[in-house]
């Protein structure tokens, strides 16, 4: 964690703390449904960061539906307002973790949200070359219900879809 005489983590903390001391006036600003399905998101992004980095994947899979299918592209138009904010929560709640929550946590955390409502969505895990090397690889993960891209959207197009769960 030092390079040199510097720590490398301390930005890292610093910019969670400033985070932290944020959060109370956004907390006010939040009606009672965003209040819970934020404390919904957070819990969950801790529990599926513990069992990303304890379990095999293929057990973690099988909690986010069929491999290789997808869901359909219409919803009602409530079910799709309360998929954009479970994915608003889930990526509000990702910026304010001590841990890392990237793509993964976030994609798996937003679908357990929604198929806990009933909503139907998918998860794609995708790769792309890193650089112009085809040995460095970087995956992504993004979920998408009905036509929208709720977690994960920013750089989706570059990706190869390798695995989709519905």
Same mark, same amino acid.
């Given at each position: 964690? +030092?390079? &040199?005489? %510097?720590?490398?983590? =301390?930005?890292?903390?610093? %910019?969670?703390?400033a ?13 009672? =449904?965003?209040?819970?399905?934020? /404390?919904? *998101? ?15 994947f293929?057990?973690? !899979? ?11 592209? @219409?919803?009602?138009?409530?079910? /799709?307002?309360? !998929? ?10 990702? &910026? +304010? ?9 976030? *994609? ?16 794609? /895990?995708?790769? !792309?070359?890193a $650089? ?5 690889? =970087?995956? @992504?993960a993004?979920? %998408?219900?009905? $036509?929208?891209?709720?977690?994960? *959207? ?5 990706? +190869? ?6």
């Amino acid at each position: 964690m +030092t390079r &040199g005489s %510097r720590n490398v983590a =301390a930005p890292t903390m610093a %910019r969670w703390f400033a985070t932290l001391r944020a959060a109370p006036a956004k907390w006010r600003r939040r009606n009672g =449904a965003e209040r819970l399905l934020l /404390l919904e *998101a957070l819990l969950l992004l801790g529990v599926v960061r513990i069992l990303i980095l304890t379990i095999p994947f293929r057990w973690l !899979a099988v909690s986010l539906g069929r491999r290789m299918t997808e869901s359909g592209l @219409h919803l009602t138009p409530s079910a /799709l307002r309360q !998929a954009s904010m479970i994915g608003q929560a889930v990526r509000s709640a990702a &910026g +304010t973790t001590p841990w890392k929550s990237v793509c993964l946590p976030q *994609a798996v955390a937003g679908k357990w949200m929604l198929k806990r409502r009933g909503i139907n969505a998918t998860l794609y /895990l995708g790769v !792309a070359k890193a $650089d112009n090397r085809s040995e460095n690889l =970087a995956a @992504h993960a993004w979920l %998408r219900c009905g $036509d929208q891209i709720i977690t994960g *959207a920013a750089g989706h197009r570059q990706f +190869t879809v390798v695995a989709s769960f519905s």
